[in-house]
């Protein structure tokens, strides 16, 4: 993990959302790992370039999945999309979205839904983030 970037684990979704609004910018060098997503397909930038086409285009769909589940308290299926983000996110170490996605598995699980819609907004900025990033640091790999 970057040593400049704090850890978004020991942090709290409502702490997170400060650090989001104050301090986090529109630079996306920090949103994700590649050098460590690149270790992890064995150094193969067109696999990597595959798996970050998986992740540009689930996790609309995804989020949507999750909007729908908070709309109708359906504690299963939010857990399961939040958990297929989190398994996408963590391809390229994209902590932020891990850790809200985690979240929101757990209170689907525990079918708790206060305070799900800000976390959802959250959540959805910062999977647009890792988009950006994806397509700014990690797409150009595969076409050079």
Do not use: C, W, Y
């Amino acid at each position: 993990m970057n040593s400049n970037r704090s850890d978004p684990f020991s942090e709290s979704p409502k702490r997170m959302s400060l650090v989001d609004q104050t301090s986090r910018s529109d630079d996306t060098t920090d949103v994700i790992n590649v050098s460590a997503a690149l270790a992890r397909m064995g150094g193969d930038a067109g696999l990597l370039a595959d798996v970050a086409g998986f992740f540009l285009e689930d996790a609309p769909e995804l989020m949507s999945q999750m909007r729908v589940a908070v709309r109708d308290q359906r504690g299963a299926e939010l857990a399961h999309a939040a958990h297929t983000l989190k398994g996408l996110a963590s391809n390229f170490d994209a902590v932020f979205v891990q850790k809200l996605a985690a979240e929101l598995e757990s209170r689907g699980f525990a079918g708790r839904f206060e305070g799900t819609d800000s976390m959802l907004e959250e959540l959805e900025r910062e999977a647009g983030r890792v988009e950006q990033a994806l397509k700014e640091h990690v797409l150009p790999l595969h076409r050079s």
